[in-house]
């Protein structure tokens, strides 16, 4: 059974900055892609940053520049940078794993295909 187990988030004004840290578990494959999405109240979720097996990453553009995807020096550990931050990043920040080939694709799998974390709110205020 796979599980991912989020921590780092809490309250921060804007422009400060907090990273938000990932551990997954009982993933067998040796192939991955580990992935940060975030829900504001009302809104869709959202894909903002993957990481794939060889460190190559992407991101949405609303974080482009402000977020980082690291990995871990554990596998299936994966970090997110978050700096310069906005009220707007307000949200609760969920951590995905799943099976595809490169960072750019993983953004794009269905929501079906992530195994999930339970999540972590980040409140940012003005």
């Known amino acids: 059974q796979v599980q991912l187990v989020e921590s780092g988030g809490g309250s921060v004004q804007a422009g400060g900055s907090l990273r938000l840290s990932c551990a997954a578990s009982?993933?067998?494959?040796?192939?991955?892609?580990m992935l940060w999405f975030r829900q504001a109240p009302g809104k869709k979720r959202e894909g903002i940053a993957a990481?794939?097996?060889?460190?190559?990453?992407s991101y949405a553009d609303s974080v482009k520049g402000r977020f980082t995807i690291s990995q871990g020096n554990a596998k299936h550990t994966v970090y997110l940078q978050m700096n310069d931050l906005k009220p707007e990043d307000t949200a609760t920040y969920y951590c995905a794993l799943n099976e595809a080939p490169t960072a750019s694709l993983a953004l794009g799998y269905a929501p079906e295909y992530n195994y999930w974390g339970q999540g972590t709110q980040v409140t940012v205020s003005s």
């Open positions: 009982g993933y067998p494959y040796g192939s991955y892609c």
């Open positions: 990481i794939d097996s060889d460190g190559s990453t």
